[in-house]
């Protein structure tokens, strides 16, 4: 059984920065794909950035060059630095677990962005 349990999220002033953690439990995280979605109200939950077990990465289109995804293998943990925030940014933040089509989700962690 595998536990993602996200932490870092916030308010935060436009142009502010944020960095999103996601810890898992369990022993197959550093062979898994991470990915961080989220879920603006009244949106549907759209990939924001994933990577793969080798580091490769990939972003939504809104926030290339503005956010970061990596990971830390030593401990079970991927990020998400967060730069130049945008009111377009506020969601809840999901940290993602994917491993040949298995898949687990956190919980969610709240961002908002907003002056």
């Known amino acids: 059984q595998v536990q993602l349990v996200e932490s870092g999220g916030g308010l935060v002033q436009p142009g502010g920065s944020l960095r999103l953690s996601c810890a898992a439990s369990?022993?197959?995280?550093?062979?898994?794909?991470m990915g961080w979605y989220r879920q603006a109200p009244e949106k549907p939950r759209e990939l924001v950035a994933y990577?793969?077990?080798?580091?490769?990465?990939k972003y939504l289109s809104s926030v290339k060059g503005r956010f970061t995804i990596s990971r830390d293998n030593a401990k079970n943990t991927v990020y998400l630095q967060m730069n130049n925030l945008t009111p377009e940014d506020t969601a809840v933040y999901y940290c993602?677990?994917?491993?040949?089509?298995?898949?687990?989700w956190g919980q969610g962690t709240q961002v908002t962005v907003s002056s």
């Open positions: 990577i793969t077990s080798v580091g490769v990465t």
């Open positions: 369990g022993s197959i995280f550093s062979i898994a794909t």
């Open positions: 993602n677990l994917d491993l040949v089509g298995l898949q687990y």
